[in-house]
């Protein structure tokens, strides 16, 4: 039990849950005391290393898979018992055994019974078997899933971008549990360990008074552009899609899509919805977009505002209008910018990244799905 309650928790932790050596050791405790029923070992599983109950389905989903009950074969019919109620020789031969017949009774019952035996004796193996193929399973997919991070997208397939679907899916449950434990901890502030142990001194160096910083700010807006251009449309559709757990975390999330020029667009049904058309075979001109931006949703862009941009800033050596991103700057508390390409690329040929980094914050490589992911918590992580 021990082998497989430690291939379990590797599992969860390849699924996204961060677990701790001394929760490992918590769960071994609670299995000891709460025995290996089902549902009491679900729940003190799930008591020991599920720290987020947007864990929760995860957890389910893994623990289903290492701990599904086994199928019972139906038993055989029984054979009847003798009558007795006492009615006599005819009654016994019509209802009963003979003397004779009950003494030939248990060798004829004999094959059968074996028969029966090695039957569930072979179910029982099959059972086995099926137990120690899923951990396999499931280390090849989480081995596919590893992979499928690191694919470029500029090299995925119409194959790979379908086979990431479920994939994305995880990224996003696993963003949602960050903004999370990020909501938590703004409720209070984080530790201040300086001041704790500070505090600790007259107190023999015991921290029992604990020092929080201030608390954070409320929650923040959010606006997010996304370069939908054909180059680098994979990873857009990607972001919105990370993006879908947003909206519980911020106080007001807007999505714009844009080629030449940017277009409202939302998320229904886990499909990009377009509020205007777009023309996707135009040539990427982030310039006009950014003038025409800044002209009809500045109000968005206030001191409470991460802005969001997705792109190559690939602009077909048209005018680049850095200027304008200089005032949306100015305006907004943070300027993000994820830049799909890897990093060789920048500043070749026609991208004019290095005009508009001086007006961010931060500019992260998202060139595969891992960069993405991560680039995207680090975005709420000091926000």
Known sequence: MKTRLLAFIDVLRGAGLSITVAETLDAMQAVGVLGVGREALLEGLAAAVVKDEADRPTFEAVFDRFFAVPVRPRGKGKHPRPSDDGNGHGAGQAGGLSHKQREAEPHRQEPSRRSE?????????????????????????????????????????????????????????RFRAHLSRRQRHAARGRLDLRRTLRRSISKGGVPIEPAFRERRPGRPDLVALTDSSHSVATASNFLLALLAPAPAFCRRVRLFAFVDQPVEVSLESGRVMLHESLDLYARSDFGHVLVTFWQQYEPLLTRNTILL???????????????????????????????????????????????????????????????????????????
């Open 309 to 383: 941009i997705l792109g190559d800033a690939r602009n077909n050596r048209r005018p680049p209008r850095a200027d304008i991103l200089a005032r949306m700057h100015a305006a907004v508390r943070r300027v993000v910018w994820l830049n799909p390409e890897p990093p060789q690329r920048w500043n070749s040929g026609d991208s004019v990244m290095h005009l508009y980094r001086r007006h961010c914050d931060t500019l992260l490589a998202a060139s595969n799905l891992r960069e993405l992911s991560t680039a995207l918590r680090q975005t709420f992580r000091v926000s």
């Open 117 to 173: 035996s090695a039957h569930r004796e072979r179910e029982r193996a099959h059972g086995r078997e099926r137990t120690r193929e899923r951990p396999d399973r499931s280390g090849q997919r989480l081995a596919r899933q590893r992979a499928l991070q690191a694919v470029p997208f500029c090299e995925m397939t119409a194959a790979d971008v379908e086979a990431c679907a479920e994939l994305v899916a995880e990224l996003a449950q």
